[in-house]
């Protein structure tokens, strides 16, 4: 078998030249990084439970009429999904204070919000991925004022559904962030959710205990995070059979 071309290869994802025009392979890694990569390490199993998750949210998301760039997943690790063009955007939905919002506005953790808030921020590692308003994301021509009022709209959308889907298994769906991508239909642009959804994205907490299933197992030293993801795996049906846990602690990469 001749090897794939690498398009791409982020934090925790390598995108391959797909098997037909206009698509692409996308390989989930068992790397997690935390604040900007400074810390990182590898965990093994994460890769296979973020492709699973990724698979079901993009899935269900897709049966509600939301447009996503997944086609099928192909194995364990890797699926097929459709080539874009990345709006260079993070497009944030929060429910409860949490993270660098709690920081900035010096809220508790965990206190709900009067509505669903949704920030953006600037795809750019060097720049620490900073917020941006609406008004420089036009002026700079990264999407029109249409596609902004679209954008919303489909994450507030996305927000609905999984807000749903988590505490119908126990879960609090605190914020998340997700990437919006481009398609040209001749010259007209449609949007499509890319990327992809997983605890590496989400911050999730069990409704009674509070414990949380997400990245800030990770970020915070909290516990096994391959743990972490399994329960929410285990929760939403789709935990992986060939999975296990036993083994080497996750290696720290210099």
């Not at 093994?44 to 049966?63: A, D, H, I, Y």
Request: aromatic fraction near 8%.
């Amino acid at each position: 078998m001749a090897r794939r071309k690498k398009i791409y290869e982020g934090k925790a994802k390598v995108l391959y030249e797909g098997p037909e025009q206009g698509t692409l392979v996308q390989y989930f890694k068992d790397d997690a990084t935390a604040f900007n990569a400074e810390k990182k390490a590898v965990i093994e199993g994460k890769g296979v439970l973020n492709n699973r998750l990724s698979e079901f949210f993009m899935t269900g998301l897709g049966q509600i009429g939301i447009p996503t760039h997944f086609i099928k997943r192909l194995n364990m690790r890797e699926q097929l999904i459709r080539q874009v063009e990345i709006i260079p955007l993070e497009v944030i939905v929060r429910n409860f204070a949490a993270g660098t919002m709690a920081k900035r506005m010096g809220m508790e953790e965990g206190t709900a919000l009067p509505r669903p808030v949704v920030e953006f921020s600037y795809k750019d590692d060097s720049l620490g991925d900073p917020l941006v308003p609406e008004e420089y994301i036009i002026a700079f021509g990264w999407a029109s004022q249409q596609e902004m009022d679209d954008i919303v709209s489909l994450a507030l959308r996305v927000n609905d559904w999984m807000s749903g889907v988590m505490y119908g298994v126990g879960i609090k769906l605190i914020d998340f962030k997700i990437e919006i991508g481009r398609v040209w239909d001749n010259e007209f642009p449609r949007l499509l959710l890319a990327d992809e959804i997983s605890p590496d994205s989400c911050r999730l907490w069990d409704i009674e205990t509070g414990q949380k299933l997400d990245k800030d197992v990770f970020r915070r030293d909290l516990g096994n995070l391959t743990d972490a993801y399994t329960e929410v795996a285990r929760r939403l049906g789709v935990m992986p059979s060939n999975v296990t846990h036993a083994g080497p602690k996750p290696t720290l990469i210099n």
